[in-house]
């Protein structure tokens, strides 16, 4: 449980080249796209819909890593030009390593998702009943919200810890994660209401909350939330 | 008590810190040698001082509750307009005035007030019969009939072929239209009002005197069959054998009540049975299920109509000479199918009278056809009170207002004044009778019913003068005098009782509001110490109070008309609000803007602004248990973010550790549920044995053991944090409060075994046993607990230097004397100080909760621990987090303990806890224990918030604890305000009386109690521990 002294880790930067950067832009439209695809699906089987929709998610993100973000343990992204003749060389030793890192990352995520899940009954989802649609909606808040950090950051100890804390710079990756929890804890709010409607059941609304709170989150931490740190006083 | 060595130390102490403090002053100010006397003075100035400055705070903080006080006072009585219900029942011998004709009254075989009409009667009550569905369907325009026209001729065919034998009038009712409150006008004749002050306020069962009631006191036998509404009301009035009732809450149920009344209706009516009873009430429920669920334009509609009008032509067919018919509506349904409120379609239901003699006549040729549409010829729903009384042979009920129907007493052949002028008289009598007990019982003069006093007069002269031999029209006169007293006098009353008075409730809003805005300054809007400013405040708050009642007076003779006590109450607050505005603006260099300007005081707004918005629906005040458990949590996970990311090593291992115990426990007492009617299906209610009972499983008996057990342990290891476990906290936290603890565990067990009778034969012993055991938890927590708290010595231990070893920043070195000794809990001698009185009051709340309830507080007790160390490590008390948390804690835990904001779950019984016999002050005290507890508890932990690990020589503390009270009463005063308000707006709501108006009274009652505990409880609490902290280490 102990800090050291030592520098907090700069912001992401995306890969400059021109895909990476058009790819970062429409990847929360791309996530989003993905939910209101399923959306019908989870309000009728939230189990079933959910499930399917969990692997593409996981494919979308895994994608997104791999497109734009670089991994653990490779540096930061210089901004700069290469030599002509390294860059192929470069790039087929890069790829498996990316490869790798996305399902590295993948496996944490999923195992935060169990975390993600008891926060969830902490926070008032039901205790003895729904397991699965608790346990699927944490997945799904945990392959938004930490699977590109586990990505970029890796699993020092350390470093949660600090991303805990809001410690971190904001970022694409962290200000997606904040917009994640943010925002479903907002979806939260339909649920109490009697309007009897099939798209309040558990846990509809909570992950539609994730989903729009990560796109936003994303967007705000690619944009003019960049580098900014978090204040909390 | 005996304090062992240290004693003589403290005082040593004592009188070296103000010595040495004076030593400085007097070098400073003049280069004298001090003399030994002056530390005495400084310390006695210092003293007087400090009682002054907290006298004032408590004398404004009070003038804010007395704000309050007048502005739910004034919004409540124009809200809740209530009736009195009287007692006194009409007595058959008694008529209320000279008969008049030939009959003898007193006999129920014959009649008592007036001759009998009919032996039996079968009164058939179709839940929501609106008119429109009784009568042909006539097109205007091009419209089409619905699927509800034309489906129940039978009323309309056989008025109107046999207008001797059968009636069908518009039937209208008060509002609310729900069947309860509907039943409780049919059967006693009065007006509905949402609080009926009576004898039994908690029971739903009718106390006043009404047709049912008659009946069973003339001996006659009651069937009821159908809708269960009526057991409830009439508990024990129906004749055991052949009464069937049906749940009627199953609104998706549209045949089980009705095929349960129809099998059970004609083998009554068979004439081998009929001599089995005299009375029977069916009630179908099956048109207002079919409404709920389908709408009333629905084919499901069309097949209920159908089915009814097949039903009632047997039932028409069936019935014999001496039996009178009634069928009739209880209320309408609107559009949708549903009702409660005051629309047309739902306050217009269907009355039709039925005999096989002919009986019935109409005062006018043009009336043999029932009316086409519900807005003519009407006739009130509390009509058939008397109206049925004087058919039956009964007396009128007391409290009645309404009318006999000129159709049933005219005679067939229509001309029968004289019978209608009498029974006319007797009705205007009873209600003459009826209104001057209630002024008397009120205290009322004359002056609100001089017009229906006039008109009773004249209506008697006419009466007088008319002879043996009078004619048609001078009878038509007397019928119509005292119809015009009794319209008259229901006017009034309807006045009195029925309608919102709109400016008294403006007047009572417009104070919470601004004494709000006042509050909202004092409390966050100063900057410094504000106990410093308080004097002025409180200045010229009297003299703003006293200049706006000289106005009040001023005005009252001026304008008589205007409602005194409105008057005075506006004048007193307004005066002083002013009085107050203009000293923010005297002292306005130290007035800052309320609004926050940090995350934490962001997110106490956003807590309590959500909260208070949310009041405006009824989903979130339903659910308002599960929105303070997520705001809770939220807190707990924001403060442990907060807590990792603390510079300090022990701040954040000890802020971390205690949010997520914060968050953990608040999750474990949300497993104690007690789920009001509107939560289920999706509440399984945890607090007793089963949902449908009201006392605790075996297993929970074994809750208070764990909390004796457990809960002194966990406080102790809070004051062993800061060695402050020392002196009299060894005796209390060690000793007593496990004690009590256990005497109260005790109780609950003796209480089981009372009530489950386990020991057949020692039920008075067990009963005498544990009153005893609850009286002396009582004297420990609150007698024995309070001497301690007054009395005890601030709880430090001095240790030589042979023990110096163990030095930490916990103890301190008195400068000038570094060698000699250390001070063992210095470092939180003001938090430990206080913190007992919380533990005390604990003590008395556990008691008086059942055992699950005793869980919930006890987590609740340790929750407020642990949050006075999360603010501690956060450095948050600056902030309005801790008080606002504590007000949410508060709600959070009044859930947990067995409640919510209905008046049926109150638990009345705690009033016997302690007590054989309801005795005052302490019955109401025990019950508001019980309800309020949590909230207590919280109200009374406010200052340690901003007193723990606080060192004692810091400046402004006494400011500090008004500033966190001021802000715990502003969390109530908001959420009191946001529920007044949305009751006031939602008065024509379908909801008000069962969601919004519970929940403004219960916002109402708990602001006033967090009010006069945390004024005289806390903040008066704080003058004992800053006293005995005084007294050491001098006034700084």
Same mark, same amino acid.
């Given at each position: 449980?102990?800090?050291?002294?030592?520098?907090?880790?700069?912001?992401?930067?995306?890969?400059?080249?021109?895909?990476?950067?058009?790819?970062?832009?429409?990847?929360?439209?791309?996530?989003?796209?993905?939910?209101?695809?399923?959306?019908? &699906?989870?309000?009728?089987?939230?189990?079933?819909?959910?499930?399917?929709?969990?692997?593409?998610?996981?494919?979308?993100?895994?994608?997104?890593?791999?497109?734009?973000?670089?991994?653990?343990?490779?540096?930061?992204?210089?901004?700069?030009?290469?030599?002509?003749?390294?860059?192929?060389?470069?790039?087929?030793?890069?790829?498996?390593?990316?490869?790798?890192?996305?399902?590295?990352?993948?496996?944490?995520?999923?195992?935060?998702?169990?975390?993600?899940?008891?926060?969830?009954?902490?926070?008032?989802?039901?205790?003895?009943?729904?397991?699965?649609?608790?346990?699927?909606?944490?997945?799904?808040?945990?392959?938004?919200?930490?699977?590109?950090?586990?990505?970029?950051?890796?699993?020092?100890?350390?470093?949660?810890?600090?991303?805990?804390?809001?410690?971190?710079?904001?970022?694409?990756?962290?200000?997606?994660?904040?917009?994640?929890?943010?925002?479903?804890?907002?979806?939260?709010?339909?649920?109490?209401?009697?309007?009897?409607?099939?798209?309040?059941?558990?846990?509809?609304?909570?992950?539609?909350?994730?989903?729009?709170?990560?796109?936003?989150?994303?967007?705000?931490?690619?944009?003019?939330?960049?580098?900014?740190?978090?204040?909390?006083? | 008590?005996?304090?062992?060595?240290?004693?003589?130390?403290?005082?040593?102490?004592?009188?070296?810190?103000?010595?040495?403090?004076?030593?400085?002053?007097?070098?400073?100010?003049?280069?004298?040698?001090?003399?030994?006397?002056?530390?005495?003075?400084?310390?006695?100035?210092?003293?007087?001082?400090?009682?002054?400055?907290?006298?004032?705070?408590?004398?404004?903080?009070?003038?804010?509750?007395?704000?309050?006080?007048?502005?739910?006072?004034?919004?409540?009585?124009?809200?809740?307009?209530?009736?009195?219900?009287?007692?006194?029942?009409?007595?058959?011998?008694?008529?209320?005035?000279?008969?008049?004709?030939?009959?003898?009254?007193?006999?129920?075989?014959?009649?008592?007030?007036?001759?009998?009409?009919?032996?039996?009667?079968?009164?058939?009550?179709?839940?929501?019969?609106?008119?429109?569905?009784?009568?042909?369907?006539?097109?205007?325009?091009?419209?089409q009939p619905h699927h509800f026209h034309n489906a129940l001729p039978v009323l309309y065919e056989t008025a109107i072929n046999n207008p001797s034998n059968a009636f069908l009038l518009p039937f209208i009712a008060d509002?609310?239209?729900?069947?309860?409150?509907?039943?409780?006008?049919?059967?006693?004749?009065?007006?509905?009002?949402?609080?009926?002050?009576?004898?039994?306020?908690?029971?739903?069962?009718?106390?006043?005197?009404?047709?049912?009631?008659?009946?069973?006191?003339?001996?006659?036998?009651?069937?009821?069959?159908?809708?269960?509404?009526?057991?409830?009301?009439?508990?024990?009035?129906?004749?055991?054998?052949?009464?069937?009732?049906?749940?009627?809450?199953?609104?998706?149920?549209?045949?089980?009540?009705?095929?349960?009344?129809?099998?059970?209706?004609?083998?009554?009516?068979?004439?081998?049975?009929?001599?089995?009873?005299?009375?029977?009430?069916?009630?179908?429920?099956?048109?207002?299920?079919?409404?709920?669920?389908?709408?009333?334009?629905?084919?499901?509609?069309?097949?209920?109509?159908?089915?009814?009008?097949?039903?009632?032509?047997?039932?028409?067919?069936?019935?014999?000479?001496?039996?009178?018919?009634?069928?009739?509506?209880?209320?309408?349904?609107?559009?949708?199918?549903?009702?409660?409120?005051?629309?047309?379609?739902?306050?217009?239901?269907?009355?039709?009278?039925?005999?096989?003699?002919?009986?019935?006549?109409?005062?006018?040729?043009?009336?043999?056809?029932?009316?086409?549409?519900?807005?003519?010829?009407?006739?009130?729903?509390?009509?058939?009170?008397?109206?049925?009384?004087?058919?039956?042979?009964?007396?009128?009920?007391?409290?009645?207002?309404?009318?006999?129907?000129?159709?049933?007493?005219?005679?067939?052949?229509?001309?029968?004044? +004289?019978?209608?002028?009498?029974?006319?008289?007797?009705?205007?009598?009873?209600?003459?009778?009826?209104?001057?007990?209630?002024?008397?019982?009120?205290?009322?003069?004359?002056?609100?019913?001089?017009?229906?006093?006039?008109?009773?007069?004249?209506?008697?002269?006419?009466?007088?003068?008319?002879?043996?031999?009078?004619?048609?029209?001078?009878?038509?006169?007397?019928?119509?005098? %005292?119809?015009?007293?009794?319209?008259?006098?229901?006017?009034?009353?309807?006045?009195?009782?029925?309608?919102?008075?709109?400016?008294?409730?403006?007047?009572?809003?417009?104070?919470?509001?601004?004494?709000?805005?006042?509050?909202?300054?004092?409390?966050?809007?100063?900057?410094?110490?504000?106990?410093?400013?308080?004097?002025?405040?409180?200045?010229?708050?009297?003299?703003?109070?006293?200049?706006?009642?000289?106005?009040?007076?001023?005005?009252?003779?001026?304008?008589?008309?205007?409602?005194?006590?409105?008057?005075?109450?506006?004048?007193?607050?307004?005066?002083?609000?002013?009085?107050?505005?203009?000293?923010?603006?005297?002292?306005?260099? +130290?007035?800052?803007?309320?609004?926050?300007?940090?995350?934490?005081?962001?997110?106490?707004?956003?807590?309590?602004?959500?909260?208070?918005?949310?009041?405006?629906?009824?989903?979130?005040?339903?659910?308002?248990?599960?929105?303070?458990?997520?705001?809770?949590?939220?807190?707990?996970?924001?403060?442990?973010?907060?807590?990792?990311?603390?510079?300090?090593?022990?701040?954040?291992?000890?802020?971390? %550790?205690?949010?997520?115990?914060?968050?953990?426990?608040?999750?474990?007492?949300?497993?104690?549920?007690?789920?009001?009617?509107?939560?289920?299906?999706?509440?399984?209610?945890?607090?007793?044995?089963?949902?449908?009972?009201?006392?605790?499983?075996?297993?929970?008996?074994?809750?208070?053991?764990?909390?004796?057990?457990?809960?002194?342990?966990?406080?102790?290891?809070?004051?062993?944090?800061?060695?402050?476990?020392?002196?009299?906290?060894?005796?209390?936290?060690?000793?007593?409060?496990?004690?009590?603890?256990?005497?109260?565990?005790?109780?609950?067990?003796?209480?089981?075994?009372?009530?489950? &009778?386990?020991?057949?034969?020692?039920?008075?012993?067990?009963?005498?046993?544990?009153?005893?055991?609850?009286?002396?938890?009582?004297?420990?927590?609150?007698?024995?607990?309070?001497?301690?708290?007054?009395?005890?010595?601030?709880?430090?231990?001095?240790?030589?230097?042979?023990?110096?070893?163990?030095?930490?920043?916990?103890?301190?070195?008195?400068?000038?004397?570094?060698?000699?000794?250390?001070?063992?809990?210095?470092?939180?001698?003001?938090?430990?100080?206080?913190?007992?009185?919380?533990?005390?009051?604990?003590?008395?709340?556990?008691?008086?909760?059942?055992?699950?309830?005793?869980?919930?507080?006890?987590?609740?007790?340790?929750?407020?621990?642990?949050?006075?160390?999360?603010?501690?490590?956060?450095?948050?008390?600056?902030?309005?987090?801790?008080?606002?948390?504590?007000?949410?804690?508060?709600?959070?835990?009044?859930?947990?303990?067995?409640?919510?904001?209905?008046?049926?779950?109150?638990?009345?019984?705690?009033?016997?806890?302690?007590?054989?016999?309801?005795?005052?002050?302490?019955?109401?005290?025990?019950?508001?224990?019980?309800?309020?507890?949590?909230?207590?508890?919280?109200?009374?932990?406010?200052?340690?918030?901003?007193?723990?690990?606080?060192?004692?020589?810091?400046?402004?503390?006494?400011?500090?604890?008004?500033?966190?009270?001021?802000?715990?009463?502003?969390? %109530?005063?908001?959420?009191?305000?946001?529920?007044?308000?949305?009751?006031?707006?939602?008065?024509?709501?379908?909801?008000? %009386?069962?969601?919004?108006?519970? +929940?403004?009274?219960?916002?109402?009652?708990?602001?006033?109690?967090?009010?006069?505990?945390?004024?005289?409880?806390?903040?008066?609490?704080?003058?004992?521990?800053?006293?005995?902290?005084?007294?050491?280490?001098?006034?700084?």
């Amino acid at each position: 449980m102990k800090i050291k002294d030592r520098a907090l880790p700069e912001a992401t930067n995306i890969y400059p080249t021109g895909f990476a950067q058009s790819y970062q832009h429409l990847h929360p439209f791309l996530v989003l796209a993905l939910g209101s695809w399923y959306f019908n &699906d989870i309000v009728a089987n939230p189990i079933k819909g959910l499930s399917t929709a969990l692997v593409w998610l996981a494919v979308l993100q895994i994608a997104y890593c791999v497109t734009c973000l670089p991994p653990y343990g490779t540096g930061k992204v210089v901004v700069e030009k290469k030599k002509p003749g390294e860059k192929e060389k470069k790039r087929s030793s890069q790829v498996a390593t990316k490869i790798f890192t996305g399902l590295v990352a993948l496996i944490m995520s999923l195992i935060v998702s169990l975390v993600v899940a008891a926060t969830l009954v902490l926070f008032g989802a039901p205790m003895t009943t729904h397991h699965w649609e608790t346990l699927l909606c944490a997945g799904h808040m945990s392959l938004l919200a930490t699977l590109p950090l586990v990505y970029v950051r890796g699993v020092e100890g350390q470093t949660w810890q600090e991303a805990v804390a809001l410690l971190l710079p904001v970022d694409d990756v962290y200000g997606g994660m904040i917009g994640t929890f943010v925002g479903a804890w907002l979806g939260a709010v339909p649920v109490p209401l009697d309007w009897d409607r099939a798209w309040q059941r558990w846990p509809v609304t909570i992950v539609t909350g994730a989903y729009v709170g990560y796109a936003i989150g994303k967007s705000i931490g690619a944009t003019w939330g960049k580098g900014g740190k978090i204040v909390f006083v | 008590m005996d304090y062992g060595e240290p004693l003589p130390s403290y005082e040593g102490i004592a009188a070296a810190f103000a010595k040495a403090k004076a030593d400085k002053e007097r070098d400073e100010a003049q280069g004298l040698r001090p003399a030994t006397r002056d530390a005495a003075v400084v310390q006695k100035q210092g003293e007087v001082h400090f009682k002054a400055a907290h006298g004032l705070v408590i004398a404004f903080l009070t003038w804010i509750l007395v704000l309050h006080a007048l502005g739910i006072y004034l919004f409540t009585s124009g809200f809740m307009l209530t009736r009195l219900v009287l007692d006194e029942k009409s007595e058959c011998a008694l008529p209320p005035t000279d008969i008049g004709s030939t009959h003898t009254p007193g006999s129920p075989e014959t009649g008592c007030w007036h001759p009998k009409s009919f032996e039996k009667a079968v009164v058939i009550l179709i839940d929501a019969l609106r008119y429109d569905f009784t009568v042909p369907f006539k097109s205007e325009d091009s419209e089409q009939p619905h699927h509800f026209h034309n489906a129940l001729p039978v009323l309309y065919e056989t008025a109107i072929n046999n207008p001797s034998n059968a009636f069908l009038l518009p039937f209208i009712a008060d509002p609310p239209t729900a069947t309860m409150q509907r039943l409780k006008g049919l059967t006693t004749g009065t007006l509905p009002t949402f609080v009926d002050v009576g004898s039994n306020f908690a029971g739903a069962d009718i106390g006043e005197d009404n047709v049912l009631a008659q009946l069973r006191n003339a001996s006659r036998r009651i069937v009821h069959l159908g809708d269960d509404t009526w057991h409830a009301l009439f508990p024990g009035y129906f004749e055991p054998n052949l009464t069937h009732a049906y749940d009627s809450f199953n609104v998706w149920d549209l045949h089980t009540v009705d095929n349960g009344v129809t099998d059970h209706i004609f083998p009554l009516l068979h004439p081998s049975n009929t001599s089995k009873w005299d009375v029977t009430i069916g009630h179908y429920l099956g048109v207002d299920h079919a409404g709920h669920r389908y709408g009333p334009d629905h084919p499901a509609m069309a097949a209920k109509l159908k089915q009814m009008d097949d039903t009632l032509r047997r039932i028409i067919g069936q019935i014999d000479d001496n039996t009178l018919l009634v069928v009739m509506g209880d209320h309408g349904m609107d559009s949708k199918g549903d009702h409660g409120g005051e629309s047309d379609d739902e306050i217009q239901a269907a009355l039709f009278m039925y005999s096989k003699r002919k009986f019935f006549g109409r005062s006018s040729p043009a009336f043999q056809t029932p009316p086409a549409t519900a807005k003519e010829r009407q006739v009130a729903q509390i009509d058939l009170v008397p109206t049925l009384s004087l058919l039956l042979g009964l007396p009128i009920p007391f409290n009645n207002l309404g009318a006999p129907i000129e159709e049933a007493f005219i005679g067939a052949a229509g001309d029968d004044y +004289r019978n209608l002028a009498t029974v006319n008289r007797l009705t205007a009598a009873q209600i003459h009778r009826y209104q001057h007990e209630y002024a008397l019982a009120r205290g009322l003069d004359g002056s609100t019913r001089v017009s229906s006093l006039s008109l009773w007069a004249s209506a008697n002269n006419v009466w007088n003068s008319l002879g043996k031999k009078s004619t048609q029209d001078q009878l038509k006169d007397a019928y119509s005098s %005292y119809s015009a007293y009794q319209i008259e006098t229901l006017k009034i009353c309807r006045d009195l009782w029925a309608r919102f008075d709109i400016p008294r409730m403006l007047s009572g809003v417009t104070i919470l509001a601004l004494s709000l805005v006042v509050l909202a300054v004092y409390a966050r809007g100063i900057d410094g110490d504000r106990s410093e400013l308080t004097p002025t405040l409180f200045a010229m708050a009297s003299i703003g109070t006293t200049i706006g009642l000289l106005i009040g007076v001023g005005t009252t003779y001026a304008i008589p008309s205007l409602a005194r006590d409105n008057t005075f109450a506006y004048c007193f607050a307004m005066g002083g609000i002013v009085g107050v505005g203009a000293a923010f603006w005297y002292i306005r260099r +130290r007035i800052s803007s309320p609004i926050p300007t940090s995350m934490w005081g962001w997110l106490s707004v956003i807590f309590t602004v959500a909260l208070s918005a949310g009041f405006a629906a009824n989903s979130f005040t339903i659910w308002e248990d599960e929105i303070l458990l997520h705001f809770l949590v939220t807190f707990g996970v924001l403060t442990a973010i907060s807590s990792l990311r603390q510079k300090a090593a022990t701040d954040r291992i000890l802020g971390t %550790y205690h949010s997520i115990l914060f968050v953990l426990l608040t999750r474990v007492a949300s497993l104690s549920r007690l789920c009001r009617e509107e939560q289920m299906p999706y509440c399984r209610a945890t607090y007793y044995a089963s949902a449908t009972s009201s006392t605790s499983a075996t297993w929970q008996l074994a809750i208070p053991y764990v909390v004796a057990l457990l809960l002194p342990a966990f406080i102790r290891s809070y004051y062993d944090g800061t060695l402050s476990y020392q002196g009299s906290a060894v005796l209390w936290l060690g000793f007593a409060l496990r004690f009590g603890l256990l005497l109260s565990a005790a109780y609950w067990t003796l209480d089981a075994a009372d009530d489950g &009778d386990w020991y057949p034969g020692y039920g008075e012993i067990l009963k005498t046993t544990k009153i005893i055991i609850a009286q002396l938890t009582l004297a420990i927590a609150l007698a024995f607990g309070y001497s301690t708290f007054a009395w005890s010595k601030p709880f430090l231990k001095i240790e030589d230097k042979s023990k110096k070893a163990k030095a930490s920043k916990k103890e301190v070195i008195p400068e000038g004397n570094p060698s000699s000794i250390t001070i063992l809990g210095y470092a939180n001698v003001h938090g430990s100080r206080y913190a007992l009185l919380v533990t005390m009051w604990f003590l008395a709340i556990a008691l008086v909760q059942k055992p699950m309830g005793a869980g919930a507080i006890a987590i609740a007790c340790w929750q407020i621990f642990s949050l006075f160390e999360i603010i501690d490590t956060n450095k948050l008390s600056d902030t309005p987090i801790g008080p606002v948390v504590l007000g949410l804690l508060g709600s959070f835990h009044f859930f947990k303990t067995g409640h919510q904001h209905t008046l049926s779950s109150i638990q009345w019984e705690s009033a016997f806890i302690a007590l054989r016999t309801i005795k005052y002050p302490w019955t109401p005290i025990l019950v508001v224990l019980n309800t309020f507890g949590a909230q207590i508890l919280c109200a009374v932990a406010v200052p340690a918030l901003v007193l723990w690990k606080q060192s004692p020589k810091k400046r402004g503390l006494l400011g500090d604890v008004a500033k966190a009270m001021g802000t715990h009463m502003l969390f %109530y005063a908001v959420v009191n305000l946001a529920t007044t308000m949305w009751a006031g707006h939602l008065r024509r709501h379908l909801m008000l %009386y069962r969601i919004f108006c519970p +929940r403004f009274m219960g916002g109402a009652v708990v602001l006033l109690i967090v009010d006069v505990v945390g004024i005289f409880m806390a903040v008066g609490g704080t003058r004992l521990s800053f006293l005995s902290i005084g007294e050491v280490f001098g006034w700084h």
